[in-house]
């Protein structure tokens, strides 16, 4: 009996993830990452790898708890694991705080998360700007070693993951059956879609091991995220730019409102800039498409 072959396009967090999805878990099928982008130079080595979700207003929110709640026991049973080194992933507490009390004094996933609460007013004592927060912990990827990590557990499971630059999809017809789009910004040239725009990232990552608690401010444009061996100090949104040169003048912004939330990192070392274009204009797309052209069916 045929075996459907799959190309996963992408080799991001997405991508890698969706392929060891698909060669373990789904029906027997032939699958092959491509991708012109590997690790440690994909955008999901830029990304600071917390588990904090986002809203999207176009998905229903049962689904997007459920999504979540899936990828938190996931993640949650590899920190468990005797595998959470190599898979760089492990829980972090901290917390998220507000200048203002917020509408939604409790978000969807509180009950994902372990151990969420309100701030207690000694605890709010260290942020002295803000009135309100959330106490919880979660789950934190170390982005270049998870990718790494999914790569090696593709390879023992004989995904082959191929280097190419695909113009369009249709390239990969008839070699292949099955086409799954995990290119993000990419989709803009490979489906055609120009909806999907850049969301423009900056990162810092600096030395800072005595600071052991993460801290978000509001939704999440000023950030602290303590890693296994640096910080992640966050972060800029800049919806439509595709530059991904550092920008000095974003640096100093970002490293003077983080040490605004944590004033001890002004004796931070190692400072590194990193760049990311996040694929933004849209939710998230989930779907099939059956797509007919000249040569056949994709």
Same mark, same amino acid.
């Given at each position: 009996m045929h075996?459907? $072959?799959?190309? &996963?396009? /992408? +080799? /991001? &967090?997405?991508g890698l993830s969706t392929a060891l999805c698909l060669s373990r878990l789904g029906p027997p099928c032939a699958v092959t990452v491509v991708a012109d982008k590997v690790t440690p130079?994909?955008?999901?080595?830029?990304?600071?790898?917390?588990?904090i979700p986002h809203t999207y207003p176009d998905i229903p929110i049962p689904k997007q708890k459920q999504w979540f709640r899936e990828t938190f026991d996931h993640l949650f049973a590899i920190a468990n694991s005797a595998e959470a080194e190599d898979a760089g992933v492990h829980l972090v507490s901290g917390w998220q705080i507000f200048r203002s009390v917020p509408t939604e004094e409790v978000p969807f996933w509180a009950d994902v998360v372990l151990g969420f609460r309100r701030m207690t007013e000694a605890e709010l004592k260290k942020f002295p700007q803000h009135v309100f927060g959330y106490a919880f912990t979660t789950l934190k990827c170390e982005s270049s070693t998870y990718l790494s990590w999914l790569e090696k557990r593709l390879r023992a499971s004989g995904v082959p993951i191929l280097s190419r630059r695909l113009g369009d999809l249709w390239e990969l017809h008839p070699a292949f059956d099955v086409v799954v789009n *995990?290119?993000?910004l990419g989709s803009r040239q490979l489906a055609g879609d120009a909806e999907v725009l850049p969301v423009r990232g900056q990162v810092l !990552?600096? !030395?800072?091991?005595w600071v052991k608690h993460f801290i978000r401010e509001g939704a999440g444009l000023t950030y602290v995220y303590p890693g296994a061996s640096d910080v992640v100090l966050g972060g800029t949104r800049q919806e439509g730019d595709w530059n991904l040169s550092p920008d000095a003048e974003a640096s100093r912004?970002?490293?003077? $409102? *983080?040490c605004a939330l944590e004033p001890s990192l002004r004796g931070a070392a190692g400072l590194r800039e990193q760049v990311g274009l #996040?694929?933004?204009? !849209? /939710?998230?797309?989930?779907?099939?498409? #059956?797509? $007919?052209? +000249? +040569?056949?069916t994709l």
């Open positions: 075996q459907p $072959r799959v190309a &996963v396009v /992408g +080799a /991001g &967090v997405v130079h994909t955008t999901s080595d830029v990304a600071a790898g917390m588990l *995990c290119s993000g !990552r600096v !030395r800072a091991p912004d970002i490293f003077s $409102r *983080c #996040r694929p933004g204009g !849209r /939710g998230v797309r989930l779907q099939a498409e #059956r797509v $007919r052209g +000249a +040569a056949g």
